[in-house]
C-alpha cells in the first residue's frame, strides 16, 4: 500500500509562485511513476506533469516552462515548482503514483494511477 501526502498550497498573486510537496509511504521509491494532476471546479482531472522512476519528465502545454516537476527517490518525495502563476492555474492538485515496471515511462492520463492523494487548493488571483 501507498500512502500520498501533499502540502504546499495556498493564495498567491498571478505571476507569483508556489511550491507544492508530496511525500510517499509505502512501497514507492523507485519503482514507481509519479505525477502531479489538479481538477478545477466542473473540470475533468487533468494532467501537470509526469516523471517517471528514471526521472524522464511530460508537462501539460499549459503549463511547459513554467512549471517543473522533480523526485528524490532516497526521500520517497515528489515537488512541483510552479512559477509565473496564472489564474486558470487555480484548481485542487493531486500527487499519485503508480508501480512501473519500465523504468523510462511517465503516464499521463489519471486512469493509469493507483495512488492518489488527498489534494491541495492553489488559488490564484488576478
Known amino acids: 500500500q501507498v500512502q500520498l501526502v501533499e502540502s504546499g498550497g495556498g493564495l498567491v498573486q498571478a505571476g507569483g509562485a508556489l511550491r507544492l510537496y508530496c511525500a510517499a509511504s509505502g512501497r514507492t521509491g523507485s519503482r514507481a511513476a509519479m505525477g502531479w494532476f489538479r481538477q478545477a471546479p466542473g473540470k475533468e482531472r487533468e494532467v501537470v506533469a509526469a516523471?517517471?522512476?528514471?526521472?524522464?519528465?511530460d508537462y501539460a502545454n499549459s503549463v511547459k516552462g513554467r512549471f517543473t516537476i522533480s523526485r528524490d527517490n532516497a526521500k520517497n518525495t515528489l515537488d512541483l515548482q510552479m512559477n509565473s502563476l496564472k489564474p486558470e492555474d487555480t484548481a485542487v492538485y493531486y500527487c499519485?503514483?503508480?508501480?512501473?515496471?519500465?523504468?523510462?515511462?511517465?503516464?499521463?492520463?489519471?486512469?493509469?494511477?493507483?495512488?492518489w492523494g488527498h489534494g491541495t487548493q492553489v488559488t490564484v488571483s488576478s
Open positions: 516523471v517517471s522512476s528514471s526521472g524522464t519528465t
Open positions: 499519485a503514483a503508480r508501480l512501473s515496471p519500465n523504468r523510462l515511462a511517465t503516464y499521463v492520463s489519471s486512469g493509469e494511477y493507483d495512488y
